[in-house]
């Protein structure tokens, strides 16, 4: 019975570190306005490749052996196709985990007091960046290409008082709305904090 509360509790925590309804560090009265990842059509960009590149090897054997049937008569040379081909599916395998992990973990945060961005480098690197909504200068909204026009989605920069650096929220969707929401809620901090003029 004590093993089942352990498992039960350890969830529970692991899920609310997961959780983006649940922010670390939250101020104050601070609410999640908005938890943006980068437009879906991305991923399934990234799956269409995969799967091309899930069956190209398949067609190509298929018309090797169709016109050359004796290729793996020995031993060696069936060793050697195995072990290629196993290879070149752990590649293509890896390369679809860590695009999935890179779209899935690179995650942008509009709370009522603060913009966070969680940016995932690689398997075992993180860079979390915060700023106060108070300290935004600039906002823009970028759409470039006939493909992310018809798709609606593009880039927001988002140029702080504090840091020569812009915050960059790049293959989001509906990038206007971002920008709209940013500005408005902007205004709203400066009126709530009028001392950090």
Request: charge should be negative; glycine fraction near 4%.
């Amino acid at each position: 019975m004590a093993k089942r509360f352990e498992f039960f509790f350890f969830h529970v925590y692991v899920l609310n570190m997961l959780s983006l309804h649940r922010l670390p560090d939250q101020l104050p009265d601070e609410k999640i306005i908005k938890v943006i990842r980068r437009d879906l059509f991305i991923l399934c960009k990234k799956i269409i490749l995969f799967v091309l590149l899930l069956i190209l090897p398949l067609l190509f054997s298929y018309f090797l052996f169709a016109f050359q049937p004796d290729l793996l008569a020995g031993s060696l040379a069936q060793a050697i196709f195995v072990l290629g081909a196993s290879a070149y599916f752990l590649f293509i395998w890896l390369f679809f985990f860590f695009s999935f992990i890179d779209y899935y973990l690179d995650v942008w945060i509009i709370t009522s007091e603060r913009i966070i961005d969680i940016e995932q480098q690689g398997f075992f690197s993180r860079i979390i960046s915060e700023e106060k909504l108070f300290r935004i200068q600039d906002v823009t909204s970028e759409m470039r290409g006939v493909i992310p026009t018809i798709m609606k989605y593009g880039e927001v920069l988002v140029q702080t008082a504090g840091t020569q650096e812009r915050f960059h929220f790049y293959q989001v969707p509906n990038p206007d709305d971002i920008r709209d929401t940013i500005i408005k809620l902007s205004e709203q901090c400066r009126l709530r904090h009028p001392e950090e003029k």
